[in-house]
């Protein structure tokens, strides 16, 4: 240790158990006395100063300034000595909560000295020159896609700077969508200290809430209102609208707009309608106020829906020839629309080239394996093309097709136990890539994130959920699955992305219930 008195030059005082002037009590702590001269006055200065070596040698680990008055004779010095910090560093007591419940964890903020040790005070913190640190910390939130009027998921801290060693900070989570949280710890005041982080991640959580009994839940769809849209096929037939749950939320409270007869699919319009179709003959024009129109089509068993976003609403249709097109704002009745492909499929969609894009295949049963590409007037490709992937062949339940965040066309194969991706610029189902699941998982429908790079697909024959990231290969497929109350029932119906950065999903007869796997 050294001592400085007015500016001179430093006092060196042993502090080794070895030194005369220090000695072990029954504690076994070292107890030493450390003399100087000073001479008398109103104000003298000392500034005290713990080295790592001897004799005042080696780096500075604590220091403090003391001004004090001296006069003649003995005079005894209070000093609390401020830590001289080398470093930071932070660290979660729980590095991961549950995604979708308000949950607290505590962030420890620890300063190092250059022996390695925790400064644990009562001081404060200091460089070696004696001027006084802080340590600021500020939380990054990293929050999925989130739509309006909805609220992101964040984590904040009670504390946002020290200046001593202190009681963790409390970190509190307010159950929203939220990806992760990065702490930074940066050190102000004085000598230059790098910069610590530590981060929290939440865990995809499974909730679900009854829907409606017996009215069998199909598909769902954001609507122009940004609540969530679920088609009911059973009794009542109707279309039925919720606001997603917020945390701590353990009912749906939506609302059922009667129908004529069951829906099978539904999607926004760019009119402001919901527009819905059903297994007769009936695509419904609904507006989010409850009144419909009816617009009766010549094909028999309408099964998907979509806005082509230039100016038509597109349907497909599980039997006979499709998908079919008309104009958004054509009158209510009878209808002839515009008719292409070979029919016969579950799903369709608009692709990043802006093509419409849809499967057929009746899910292995009936029809050849086929995804279509359809150009509309406003596409970037002005070409048609067909993607054989069953070799003209039925089997392969080709189920689904989505426009993925990566740029590619997704699908599932229910049949074939795989999902896959393929640029929208391919020329050939040849230029697809398959992602192998394993037997007897039953991939039925597919959905992109919001916006956290992965790909999420319904187990329907295992009841769960699973996920991939976009950039997973054959080989590694960095698989994740979350269970649902399903079982093996294969009545897990679908998932979408919501518009407050969940997935969800429906449990169709007889559970009936819409499920939420919070990010």
């Not at 430093?10 to 502090?15: E, G, S, Y």
């Not at 039925?240 to 099978?264: C, K, M, Q, R, W």
């Not at 539904?266 to 009144?291: F, H, K, L, R």
């Not at 194969?413 to 039953?442: C, F, H, M, W, Y």
């Amino acid at each position: 240790m050294t001592v400085a008195v007015n500016g001179g030059q430093p006092a060196t005082v042993a502090l080794t158990t070895g030194s005369p002037n220090c000695s072990l009590n029954s504690n076994s702590d070292l107890i030493c006395t450390a003399t100087v001269s000073a001479p008398e006055g109103p104000s003298d200065s000392f500034v005290i100063t713990l080295y790592s070596g001897n004799a005042g040698t080696g780096a500075a680990l604590s220091t403090a300034t003391v001004v004090q008055a001296v006069t003649a004779g003995t005079n005894n010095l209070n000093v609390t000595l401020n830590g001289v910090v080398a470093s930071i560093n932070l660290s979660l007591q729980n590095t991961s909560l549950n995604a979708g419940a308000t949950g607290t964890t505590m962030l420890a903020v620890n300063a190092i000295d250059s022996s390695g040790n925790t400064i644990v005070g009562p001081g404060g913190y200091s460089d070696a020159n004696g001027n006084a640190l802080t340590v600021n910390i500020a939380a990054t939130q990293n929050a999925p896609t989130i739509q309006s009027p909805y609220t992101a998921g964040a984590a904040t801290l009670g504390l946002s700077s020290v200046t001593s060693p202190s009681q963790a900070i409390t970190v509190s989570y307010n159950g929203y969508a939220l990806l992760s949280t990065l702490f930074t710890a940066t050190v102000t005041g004085g000598a230059s200290i790098p910069s610590a982080t530590t981060t929290l991640t939440l865990t995809p959580t499974v909730y679900e809430y009854a829907f409606p009994s017996n009215t069998g839940p199909e598909h769902m769809a954001i609507g122009p209102d940004k609540q969530l849209w679920v088609g009911q096929f059973g009794t009542p037939s109707g279309l039925y609208h919720f606001v997603p749950v917020a945390p701590g939320g353990s009912s749906l409270n939506g609302t059922t707009i009667p129908l004529p007869n069951g829906i099978l699919d539904q999607a926004a319009g760019s009119d402001g309608n919901v527009y819905a179709v059903d297994w007769n003959q009936e695509v419904y024009q609904v507006a989010t106020s409850g009144s419909y129109n009816t617009f009766t089509v010549p094909t028999n068993k309408p099964d998907a829906v979509i806005d082509g976003g230039d100016g038509n609403i597109y349907v497909q249709y599980s039997y006979g020839a499709g998908p079919s097109y008309f104009p958004i704002n054509s009158a209510p009745g009878s209808i002839t629309p515009t008719i292409y492909g070979n029919g016969g499929g579950n799903d369709i969609t608009v692709g990043p080239d802006k093509r419409v894009w849809a499967t057929s295949g009746q899910g292995g049963c009936c029809y050849v394996e086929y995804l279509y590409a359809q150009h509309t007037t406003v596409s970037t490709i002005q070409t048609d093309t067909v993607y054989d992937f069953g070799g003209g062949l039925p089997g392969a339940g080709l189920t689904w097709v989505i426009s993925g965040p990566d740029g590619n066309m997704w699908y599932a194969e229910q049949n074939n136990d795989t999902i896959g991706k393929l640029p929208p610029s391919a020329t050939s189902a040849s230029q697809r890539v398959d992602l192998p699941l394993t037997a007897g998982t039953g991939p039925s429908i597919i959905a992109g994130g919001p916006g956290d790079g992965y790909i999420y697909f319904t187990e329907k024959l295992l009841g769960k959920v699973g996920r991939v990231p976009v950039t997973a290969t054959a080989g590694n497929l960095s698989l994740n699955e979350y269970t649902t109350s399903a079982g093996g029932a294969n009545i897990l119906n679908d998932i979408i992305v919501g518009p407050d950065g969940n997935m969800w999903y429906i449990l169709s007869d007889p559970v009936d219930k819409i499920g939420k796997l919070a990010l």
